[in-house]
């Protein structure tokens, strides 16, 4: 076996004072008070019903994953009712939009149009592929809000490209960024691999494709366990998307679900650093 990454030795308490951005403060001092590295992808298409969803599963998760586009009754009063849980319930909303164009577009597409992310979501992702023009254009908007960002270093899905030297090329692009925006990366693994938290770098990899019953679907997402997820991998936070609200039973079964992960993943991230 090879050693484990030196970050994954480090309680998310002590990775705190490793980071100035905001949101990354708030996602490692939520995940310590409230023990859990589970975050919960609400990807139902009606507003009210993902409201539902977070009230049941919101004491278990340090956060909520939302796709604003899938909503068929966006609206202002549904992303104003989602902040006031977020903080009534203490977790960080990510809005898991991709950003893919170039940087004037993606500072638009951030700020502005019907859902004007950046005024209510915490965390956002984008793709690396347009180069670093894309960190510049989302930092203009989001970094005076006190957001973050993540870059897609690698996807969950088969047969992805996001894969060997282009994963390598998405961490050194972070790199060259610098942390006062970009926070971490979306990733299947700890791709900030020469990553040293005793010079003070510290990344946070989130790594959805989490499951405890299927092993996949149809349209090529692949499970791994939260053990798999934390100890193998050593990815900080572990997304679940239908695992979660996708369980039969009713809202109880879904509260239930959501507190059997947190439980599965706090107990694997005990496992890992008990390694020492
Ligand atoms: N998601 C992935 N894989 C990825 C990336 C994002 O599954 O590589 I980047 C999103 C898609 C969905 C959620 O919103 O994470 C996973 O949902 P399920 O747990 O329902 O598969």
Request: net charge negative; proline share 4%.
């Amino acid at each position: 076996m090879t050693a484990p990454h030196p970050t994954t030795l480090l309680p998310y308490a002590e990775r705190i004072k490793l980071h100035s951005n905001p949101t990354a403060r708030r996602i490692l001092e939520i995940m310590d008070r409230k023990k859990t590295n589970l975050a919960v992808s609400v990807d139902v298409t009606s507003a009210a019903e993902a409201l539902e969803v977070v009230k049941r599963v919101g004491a278990s998760v340090c956060m909520v994953k939302t796709h604003c586009d899938i909503f068929e009754d966006f609206s202002p009063a549904f992303t104003e009712e989602l902040v006031r849980l977020s903080k009534e319930l203490d977790f960080v909303i990510f809005e898991d939009r991709k950003f893919a164009d170039i940087g004037n577009t993606v500072s638009l597409q951030y700020s502005s149009g019907v859902h004007k992310i950046a005024s209510w979501s915490d965390l956002t992702n984008a793709h690396p592929v347009p180069g670093p023009g894309i960190i510049k254009g989302l930092a203009t908007v989001g970094q005076p809000l006190g957001r973050g960002l993540l870059l897609l270093a690698e996807m969950s899905s088969a047969g992805s490209l996001a894969v060997g030297g282009y994963t390598e090329q998405t961490f050194d692009m972070a790199r060259k960024a610098g942390r006062d925006f970009v926070i971490g990366f979306i990733a299947q693994n700890r791709v900030d691999k020469d990553a040293s938290p005793e010079k003070g770098e510290d990344w946070l990899i989130m790594s959805p494709g989490v499951g405890l019953a299927a092993k996949g679907d149809s349209l090529g997402q692949q499970y791994r366990t939260p053990r798999e997820v934390v100890i193998e991998a050593g990815a900080d936070v572990i997304i679940v998307g239908r695992g979660i609200y996708g369980v039969q039973g009713g809202e109880q079964a879904v509260k239930d679900e959501a507190e059997r992960y947190r439980v599965e993943g706090w107990k694997a991230y005990e496992e890992r650093l008990a390694r020492k």
